[in-house]
């Protein structure tokens, strides 16, 4: 094959800037590979409104002979065999074939580009920067296939077999690329004409001086796969194999390797051949779609690694159970799934004001033993973080995690921090798992953009993450909303269970707390007195009624329940402690500061339920355990701290006058038994 070395140009990158554009640090390099690679081929799928039709995609790693690869590329055969000396087939390759796709359409030459359409062959070869048009394609950036770059040397084979569109015919075509640190002593591709080095270089046939285009030539093509032992595609197969030789299988092995649990010679038994990482890793980003029978709504994605197909038979039992809530986050109702329906929960997630119709997607949980993720016999699998690649935090207990995905279907994260913000951890025989799938279809409320796409725009290059973004100079801030909404669900449905917790004794917890907490309202404050609210309007507290439900005392943690409701429109509301003495009520600040004590109590938590806003039924929940303040839609809550930092009380104010109906739990850590608290409203 003939060489094609980049010249200088304006605004060109060099290709030690391109390793930069996806210098991803926290995701394994070969996670990537599979995430980037797979995406590129649901998104070539042929025959897209033909659903039984799958994708097929088939990774190799193998040997091949350096001596034979070398001499194909002309002007660094010698480099190549300097760095490479020549020694049979001891140097290994890694692949990606896939069929059922369009394969590497377009024009082969950039002169041939007609309007801003290049084409799938010019976008992946010779136009690395170019996005994706396709508003539900998985890419948005069109920097994400630099990531075959960073596999090997930066030298990548393209193989593709195309139906020409207008001659009917089938066609082939093969051209290689490199992308190097032009200023690294290893650097290959050879100076032209004394011009700056790039670091960029493609093989093909020659069609001009330092031009070349593609090989169409079928007993050429046939030839080089051989040096991979690759077939060429026959008959009516159309697809692309992308070939990256002279990897480090070590190195790859070895990116970005989390040290489980602190224990340093703990080596998960995939990470000791890429053939077996990558059948975790398929299954981690893409269960959504991997063998995924029971979902009618896209096209199928069928994988094989070295022969052996990643099936549904033989998936991890935690993927299963992770499909399963897929499926019902998707609106699936199927039978014999992994999850019997009874154990899963599925709540929409909808958002006020920023959408045309609420709801934003729905969050499918559940909350199941260690038998049910595979860590008992007879499948011994890995603790559940150690499959997801993420951390332990702490081995005593299981934060929650949500997978959250769009149209695509491949997983964009698994969050233990924005979407589970106050949701509490299981025990470590336990595990909270959800899923959140995007409404796509839906379109934000200020514009004609739909939600995929508005998601898809505030991306990272690799699609590690949604981040918000601004629509016509606004920040709708949905992201951050929909994770707002999943969190607060998710305290709904878990934030009372404690299984490991002493159980609760309503009785005796009423009889303990009438011995030590005093009606609300007990101190020499009256509750009565008109007060100035926000907006400049007298509110009377008298407007906004408390009423203790139930005190429950579990060991040293009681918690303490209110009803509050207002018949008339009011904005604020809220409950202080202080704590009682023999005359009077003495507040937190004046008994750490002006007493010099140590406070009898802690205030662990405030958990608020909205039940009614102006009649109408309300279902938000609310945490307030580690954040001093939490804002939504409806309200903006605060928790009240001393001098010192204690806290000793929480206040709700609503961005607009209601009348409501709520609940509210006080949990308090006690110290001591012969000192009352004494709860009141602001």
Known sequence: MKIEILEPYKMVQKGSALYRLLMNDHTPVLDLFVRESIQNSLDAAASKDNMSIPVDVHYRVGKFDSSRLNKCLEGVEDKLNQRFPVGGDSYKYISISDSGTQGLTGPMRLEDVVGDNSGNLINLVYDICKPQNDASAGGSWGIGKTIY???????????????????????????????????????????????????????????????TMPITDEDYIKDFLSIFDISEYTGNQTGTTIIIPYINEKRLLNNNAITWNGQNGFIPNWMNSIEEYLRIAVQRWYFPRLDNKRNKSFKRLEVQINGRPVDYDSFLPLFKLEQSLYNKASGLNVDNDYLPKTDVKTDGVRLKSVLEEPLSGNLSYVKVKKEMVGMCPPDNDYHPNVNFNIQINDPTKNDPVVAYCRKPGMIVAYDQESWVRNVPPCSSDEFILAVYVLNSNNKLASSDMSLEEYIRKGEHADHSSWNDSSVDGKNPTIVQRIQNNVSRNLVSAFSDVDDNSPRKNSGLGKFLGDMILPPIGFGTQSTNRPRRDSSGGSTSRSSVRYKLENVDYNGDVMSISYKVSSEFEAKELGLETLISSESTSISFDIWEQELGLDLPFRIISHSIKINKIDKEKCYNTYLIKDTDKETDELLEIRRNKTTKGSCYGMSVVFHEKHTFDASITIKMLLYKRDVRPVIKPL
């Open 149 to 211: 770059f960073r596999i090997g040397i930066g030298l990548v084979v393209y193989y593709s077999r195309i139906l020409n569109s207008q001659t009917k015919k089938y066609e082939s075509r093969l051209a290689a690329g490199l992308v190097e640190n032009e200023s690294s002593n290893d650097a290959i591709i050879p100076q032209y004409k004394n011009n700056l080095k790039y670091g960029i270089a493609w093989w093909g046939q020659m069609i001009d001086q330092n031009k």
